[in-house]
Each structure stands twice: as C-alpha cells, then as structure tokens.
C-alpha cells in the first residue's frame, strides 16, 4: 500500500513553523515513512515504495519530486523499464509548471512542484489513479493520500467535521466530481490540474482536460482506429504489466477482462498471470462459462469463487476513514478472497477490466447519429451512422434518424437529471442545495457544446477510479485498471462515437480491434453480466440491520431521504427489494460513513445537522 504525506509552510511565519516541527517529529516518530524531499518550509514522505511499482522521481535539489510511477510517451512499446529523469528532463517539468511531465510521462503519480511564479503546487496525474487531498491546518498545507494519516500525525488538531451540504449533493448526485469533499476544509486535486498550495492567492491551473481533448476527433477510417486502438491498449497494458512479477486478474467473463488477458498472454516475457472469476445464482451473475473459455485459449489458471450470499452487512462499519463515502458493492464479498487469492499466488496486484464500459462506448442509444448530424451535417454517410444507431439502439431508422434531429442540437445541461435514479430521495432537499456545481466536476459546464453522445462520453470518463481498498487497506492487492491509462483515454476521447459503435454495436471498435484475441463467443457477445440478484439477496438477508440503520439514521434525520419511502423500500418485498437494491446499499455506505464521521462516540468532533 503505497502512501504519501507532505506539508508547506511559511518558514518565516513562527506558529506555522513550530507546528510543522510538530508535525515533522510526529511523522518521524511513527514507523516505515521514509524522506522523499526536504527543502525550506517543505516536506514529503512516503510508504510502502517499491522500486519498480511506486517510487521517487527527485527534481532539480530542493524544487520538487514525482511521487509513484512513471512511464515515458515513446512510440517504441518495449520501453517499459522505470525511467530516471535527468537534471534537463526536471528543469523542463519545474519551467513549465509540470506541463512537460503531463506531456512527456504518463502513469500513476502526484508530483510537488516548486516555482517562483507559483510557489509550491501539487499536479496530480491525469489519470487520476493515485489520490491527492489537502487541508490548511493552523496555516499548514498538509497534502496526503490516505486519510487516515492525517488523523494519526495531527492528532491535537480538530478532526475535519461532516459537510453536510456535500452529503446532500452526494445523496441526489450519486457521486461527487469537484474538488469539495464530504469533509469541511478537504479538497482533493482534480487529475490533470496544477492546485497552488498557498489559500486564495492563485487558481488551481488545468494542464489537461477531457473536453479539450474531446473537442479535437480524429476522422479516421474503421480500420485504421481499430489498429492504433488495439496498439495503444496492448501498450499500455504491457507497461503496467512490466511492474510486477505476478499478477491476478479479476476475469469475469465479460469483454473488458478478456481484452486485458489477451494482451498479458500475447508476449511470454510479461508477469505472470493467475485469472480469479466470481459467480453467484441468477440470470446474468454466472459467468465462468465464458471466463472458462478465455483463460483456456491464454492457457492460465482460473480460480473460481461464489460471492458469499451470507455476507454481514455490519461488517462494513470497520471500514477506515475516507473523505468521501466509498461504495462496498465490489468489496464486501469479495476483498478478503482477493487478498487470500493474492498473497497464496505472491500476487502485488489486481488488474481488472474497470472503465473500459465507459471507454469503448457501451450505450444503447442513437446519439451516434446525433454527433454525426452536429459535426458533418447531412454528408454521404448519415444515413449509414442512423443504420448504425438504429442498431445499436435497438429502433427503426425512421426513429434513429428523427432522433438524431432532435437530439444534435439539444445538449444535456451539467445540473440535469440529479436524482433522476434515484427515487427514495426527499425531491424539496435538492431546493436547499445552495450551489450544485460546487460537487460537479468543474470541466462539466464547458462540455455543454460537445455533441450529445460525446458529453455522455466525456461524462463517462472524467472521474477516475478508486485506488485503496478501505476495508482491507494493506493486505489488499494494489489495483490497477489498464483502460483508464492517460494515452488510452486520450484516444478513446478523440474518436467520434459513430465510430466507436460502427457497424451498430456496443463496443463495436473495440471488438473489431480485439476479435482475434480472445474466443468467438466473448468477442461477439452482446449480453453483460451482473450482480442485481446477488446484491437484493444480500439485502434481504440483512433487512433488520439495514431498518435500523436507515429508517432514523442521519440521512432521514436531516430530510435527505423520504422515511416512509425507504420504510416501503425495506419491507421485505421481493419486487421492492429488487427495484431499489442498488440505490439502498448507496445509502448505506453514505449512513454507515456518517455514523462514523458524526457521532461522538467515533473520536471526531461532533458536527451540526442541518
């Protein structure tokens, strides 16, 4: 579990510069942190580094270094070896502000610049796979990865109390995309942007956008996309792969997976490889059939394991403490046997197929036509893109073509549709949310312009993955998502969407590129699994629990969900259960973070309610 932990100070200034000494010896004092940069009114440590997987990239002395791991932009695809950069290569990153390294590098880093223009900055990744957050503390930046090394190195200081107007945001939204936490005075560093740490004096600087790169398509033919997509992904995967010795990928029968274990498997100098499926009963929930056939074409080992339908809800209160409440759906089964599975395999990581539904353009819907309409207008080959998306979407070409008129001069406002999954939520608590794009990713608003499809797309593709895992912390795998590698997504974002889904299906460049990769039946099929059934049993199963947590629980009490509508939610209905599963466990892990957050009895300050 690699971890970082810095703070910025005004040497000059006497309470800053006695309570960063405090702090200094407090981090000193506590085991396996290591020194990563020590200047005037700076410092950075880190822990759990591993040459090769997560490093110290050191700038020119005393003006800054790279946290995590880098790989170099280079055409040649066996360069894979971990680049040390020279004293030119540092002075370019520090003369441009870091532009140079997000042009230069790509990978898995937060960098700590300093400048005379701008004084100290934090530049975090643009794929975003490593977290940033900041808080001032008695007029101390402190920029840290996990939260809970806050709390254990500033323990005199007032722990950050709960925002509530986050938590409304976060219970209307589904997530939250700005720089604002659910913690008073913790932000996070958006990926791809410069964020001084000195309060009010200069704007956090974008160095690089998903709607910029979204406005520049690439008018290529389907063949030549399909060969430089397949390239890019094999590229990227290998030099991921290149970390590690031994590797387990979460197969799970679908494309995404198989996609990944067709490049780990292509080249016999990679890590090896060990494939883990998970399966329970239902409809669309067991899929070892085709994990089966995919890692008997790469000749690899498959674990197979049943989600645990008797999973304890309860056993989500040990979860550690997060700026943000974090979603156990993925974890509560199946992190301990993943962990398990890892270290009987001395696997370092978990590889899975997250990001690439959003990536390769997994929707049903005629907006394709639409982009096509707004860009090329009426050209030669409209009505072939309203075929297309007819197909894909499943309805005539009278509807795909009306449709498209329709939709390529209307554009989905960023605020439109809160809530619109979610039906257990007070609607009049949305009245009493001052000011929505404050939890809206802030590059949103300027997406209004792009064409329909390719809003949903940028959408889609503007908030990374998590990286921790919060309930098992150090014994769990590191997790790495190939697909969401910075020059994949940059390509992915400059293709037109009537290009991802040529020929009328979901992920039809995708498959095109990878049809030889991996067997006939994966590559063509149109179906996806899931986990809705297992995810209503646990649910059913653990009902009293969840009545008690959720029916007087901080989120009714503060008017954000409708009491007796939650009361109907968990009577013990099948249909009800099944309808509103998901969106009952989003609010368990909201209630179950607040529990811990809010009360008392947790060691934190205790927080007003609205």
């Known amino acids: 579990m690699f971890r970082y932990f810095g703070f910025s100070w005004n040497p000059e200034h006497s309470a800053q510069a006695a309570f960063a000494r405090r702090l200094d010896d407090s981090i000193q004092r506590a085991s396996g942190w290591r020194p990563a940069l020590s200047g005037s009114g700076l410092r950075v440590y880190t822990w759990g580094g591993q040459q090769g997987v997560n490093g110290v990239y050191p700038l020119p002395p005393d003006r800054g270094v790279v946290l995590g791991r880098l790989f170099r932009r280079r055409d040649d695809p066996s360069e894979s070896a971990d680049p040390e950069l020279s004293l030119g290569e540092g002075a370019r990153i520090l003369d441009t502000d870091g532009q140079a390294l997000v042009d230069g590098y790509w990978g898995r880093y937060v960098a700590v610049l300093r400048s005379d223009r701008r004084g100290t900055c934090l530049l ?35 722990a950050p109390g709960v925002n509530w107007e986050a938590i409304a945001a976060l219970t209307l939204l ?28 200069l704007r956090p600087t974008t160095l690089w956008s998903v709607v910029n790169l979204a406005r520049r398509p690439l008018e290529w033919g389907p063949d030549i996309a399909a060969a430089q997509l397949r390239r890019m992904v094999v590229r990227c995967v290998g030099a991921w792969s290149s970390c590690y010795d031994e590797i387990l990928l979460r197969l799970s029968g679908g494309f995404d997976s198989a996609v990944l274990l067709g490049c780990l498997s292509a080249k ?30 790469a000749s690899v080992e498959l674990i197979e394991r049943e989600r645990d339908a008797t999973f304890r809800l309860d056993d989500i209160l040990a979860v550690s403490a997060m700026p943000v409440p974090v979603s156990y759906i993925g974890y509560m089964d199946a992190g301990q046997t993943d962990a398990d599975v890892a270290a009987a395999h001395r696997a370092q990581a978990m590889f899975t197929g997250g990001g690439g539904d959003q990536l390769f353009f997994q929707r049903r819907c ?20 309203c075929l297309d998306a007819a197909r894909l979407a499943n309805v ?71 990286y921790y895992d919060p309930y098992l912390t150090t014994r769990a795998p590191e997790l790495v998502h190939p697909l969401v590698s910075q020059p994949l997504v940059e390509l992915c974002l400059a293709l037109p969407t009537w290009l991802l889904s040529h020929g009328g299906r979901s992920r039809a460049l995708a498959r095109r590129a990878f049809a030889c990769d991996m067997p006939r039946e994966i590559a063509s099929r149109q179906s996806k699994g899931g986990m809705d059934e297992h995810l209503a049993t646990i649910l059913h199963r653990n009902l009293p629990w969840a009545r008690e947590l959720m029916l007087d629980g901080h989120l009714v009490r503060a008017g954000l969900l409708d009491r007796n509508k939650v009361e109907a939610a968990l009577a013990g209905r099948s249909s009800g259960l099944h309808t509103h599963a998901n969106e009952i466990h989003h609010h368990i892990a909201i209630e179950v973070w607040l529990r811990n957050s809010a009360e008392p009895s947790s060691g934190q300050s205790q927080t007003q309610r609205p």
């Open 268 to 297: 016999p100098t990679v890590a090896r490889t060990t494939c883990l499926n998970y399966f329970s009963a239902g409809s669309d929930s067991d899929e070892r059939g085709f994990a089966r056939l995919a890692a008997q074409r």
């Open 174 to 201: 589904g997530h939250l995309g700005g720089p604002r936490t659910a913690l008073e005075g913790v932000s996070q560093i958006l990926p791809g942007q410069l964020v001084p740490l000195v309060d009010d004096v």
């Open 396 to 466: 005539s070409l009278w509807q795909s073509m009306r449709r498209a008129v329709a939709d390529q001069g209307r554009r989905d406002a960023h605020g439109e549709g809160i809530g619109r999954l979610f039906t257990l939520s007070r609607r009049d608590a949305l009245d009493g949310l001052q000011d929505v794009d404050r939890y809206i990713h802030p590059d949103l608003p300027s997406a209004a312009d792009l064409p329909m499809g390719k809003f949903h797309h940028v959408q889609d593709l503007i908030d990374p993955p998590g």
């Open 366 to 385: 005629t907006w394709p036509a639409a982009d096509y309409l707004s860009i090329h207008g009426l050209g030669r080959n409209f009505v072939r893109v």
């Open 124 to 158: 975090r990744s643009p794929g975003g796979a490593l977290p940033c957050f900041l808080r001032h503390v008695e007029g101390v930046a402190v920029f840290f990865s996990w939260l809970e090394d806050l709390l254990a190195l500033t323990p005199d200081s007032p």
